[in-house]
């Protein structure tokens, strides 16, 4: 079995020796509007975090840019 896992340990992962949860985009519902909020700052941020852009709403097609025109959500 840890074989296994080791082996299902994505390449690039240095933390840890072994993967048991699968990686990829799990669907998880938004139960208020505080979540969805969230959810939106937390992609937005991805754009500027992995150097895409300086500022969110400089992405093309970006939602960002709706909401900064909107002066919020």
Known sequence: ML???RFAKCAHKHDREFQFW????HAELIL???MMRDKLDYIHA???????VNLPEHRRYSS????????GY
Not at 22 to 25: M, S, T
Not at 46 to 52: E, H, S
């Open 22 to 25: 699968q990686e990829g985009v």
């Open 64 to 71: 960002a840019s709706n909401y900064a025109e909107q002066g």
């Open 32 to 34: 208020s509007e505080t």
């Open 46 to 52: 991805n754009l500027v975090k992995r150097g895409y």
């Open 3 to 5: 074989k296994r896992l």
